[in-house]
């Protein structure tokens, strides 16, 4: 089973096939609310670990996106552009926001698992 991993914004990284899907949480999309609009960076789009790569709207706020770690866009998910109430739905299935080659896998060391992320969504953050 593949291991997601977590950074302290609530994004997730979890590999996929040789690249890595990366995404929000579950607690973030709630947190959050109903998302209306995602905006995805192109594919090819390098980015460094904390750097803001997208950005989410909802009725609540304007939200930008983080990478989990330093990270080149392979693939975007277009579905989200038609139906960004997939992030609400399945947060950690459908609703990847980017598939992407990570540049420093080392990085991922030092992201949080998911057990210890379930235990702090449990304590209530």
Known sequence: MAEYRFANTHEYIVEDGGVYRVGLSAFAADSLGDITFVELPEAGAKFVQGESFANVESPKAVS?????????????????????????????????????????????DALIPQADYDAMDKEGR
């Open 64 to 108: 930008e996106i983080y990478a989990p770690v330093d990270m080149e866009i392979v693939e975007t998910n277009t579905a989200l552009v038609d139906a960004p109430e997939l992030v609400n739905a399945s947060p950690l299935g459908d609703a990847w926001l980017v598939k992407v080659k990570a540049t420093n896998p080392a990085q991922l």
